[in-house]
């Protein structure tokens, strides 16, 4: 009998280390972690991985794919504190295991809370070190950006950044445009697995200033000119694959920046899109109409859609979309994460106009606006979301209608 209570007790004490909030204890030793649909996800508690590391809850498991290790809280103390899973059964109880002489002596507990300092202290180091090295990186690229941006010149008529322009619907760039113009730009492939950069093409271009939250440049939006083309874009194909690149392309920090086709000092009226042929074409219907807008709003190109809308916090099923197995494939949902970095406005702005293309997946367009309309609202300040025709872009809109 007692060895029967004996062992009821033991497996009551390692049913009650299981019971132990998964997600809390992970939160715990990775503040970083953020939600993510029905997960978790960030940097690994224990390794130092910054996007490798996940918790389900709904499971009751966690999972870095950097180190190959998972399983349940149990699993995640013996990770994350080097212990064995008795040790890891008693660090989450706060005891020993009953009847079991297992207790850590003094000088056990000294060793093994120093072990776990140092693996800290190194996950941290490891962590700054990389924070280091991706500051120093996006200085450098904002810095090459920069460069590329003081270089070249001003959208003029006679140049092939104004003809681009105009074959994409008779648009201008408008008084004050942070965009300009570089006759002989290069395209830069990135080096990766020790080969170098190398410049795949240098031909014209139409380049855009992002402008970041601070107000200050960080980047350069680039989109690479073929006029013989119907798009006007230049192709440039990947030597070594053949795989035709894209033609536009930003170097510097986007997230959180925009492009601003139109300047208003402290404005009130906003008129926020993805791409700067959407936003210029609205823009420019709005003036040929001579309609209010076109006088007193600000125009900004959020560059992606991503950064326009942010994370978000839920998953739902897409409804038209499935997976391999035919069920349907769960895509962002419509809830923001107001953690995420993205696009700011000016608190002055009390109308926010939002541009939804209709030649993207509608249903992850609409998610993506419900999040941006969500994320921009307060009280006093109406956001709006106008959208084009199913399966065009306002620029298809302005061009069919020229």
Request: proline share 7%; glycine share 10%.
């Amino acid at each position: 009998m007692a060895d029967l209570a004996q062992s009821v007790a033991f497996d009551a004490w390692i049913d009650e280390a299981r019971a132990v909030d998964l997600v809390g204890y992970a939160r715990a030793r990775s503040p970083d972690l953020r939600r993510q649909g029905s997960e978790w996800v960030g940097p690994c508690p224990a390794c130092g991985g910054r996007d490798r590391f996940s918790v389900a809850p709904r499971k009751g498991v966690f999972h870095c794919r950097a180190a190959g290790r998972g399983g349940d809280v149990i699993a995640l103390a013996q990770y994350v504190e080097g212990l064995d899973f008795l040790g890891a059964v008693a660090s989450l109880t706060g005891r020993p295991a009953p009847g079991r002489d297992i207790a850590e002596t003094p000088e056990d507990r000294a060793r093994r809370q120093a072990a776990q300092e140092a693996r800290q202290a190194a996950v941290a180091a490891e962590a700054h070190a990389r924070k280091v090295a991706e500051d120093s990186f996006r200085m450098a690229e904002i810095k090459r950006a920069r460069k590329f941006w003081v270089a070249a010149g001003p959208v003029v008529l006679g140049s092939a950044a104004a003809a681009y322009l105009r074959q994409r619907g008779e648009l201008m760039a408008p008084p004050g445009a942070h965009l300009r113009f570089s006759p002989a730009h290069p395209y830069v492939q990135p080096g990766h697995g020790g080969r170098p950069h190398r410049v795949l093409h240098v031909g014209p271009a139409l380049l855009a200033g992002l402008t970041g939250a601070d107000g200050r440049f960080c980047g350069v939006h680039q989109t690479w000119i073929d006029l013989t083309r119907a798009d006007g874009k230049a192709v440039v194909p990947d030597p070594d694959t053949g795989e035709i690149l894209p033609a536009k392309k930003v170097r510097g920090s986007v997230h959180g920046a925009r492009i601003e086709l139109v300047r208003v000092a402290e404005p009130h009226t906003l008129i926020l899109g993805e791409g700067i042929e959407t936003c210029l074409s609205v823009y420019q219907a709005l003036r040929a109409r001579d309609l209010p807008l076109w006088r007193e709003a600000a125009v900004w190109s959020s560059v992606s859609l991503g950064n326009l809308s942010g994370r978000a916090l839920d998953r739902v099923r897409h409804p038209s979309r499935f997976d391999a197995r035919g069920r349907p494939a769960l895509t962002r949902g419509p809830t923001p994460d107001l953690d995420s970095q993205c696009l700011a406005i000016p608190d002055a702005v009390d109308l926010v106009i939002l541009l939804g293309d209709g030649d993207s997946d509608p249903f992850d367009t609409e998610m993506a606006l419900t999040r941006a309309r969500a994320r921009l609202a307060r009280p006093g300040r109406h956001v709006g979301i106008a959208w084009a025709e199913p399966g065009h872009d306002f620029n298809d809109m302005l061009r069919s209608a020229a």
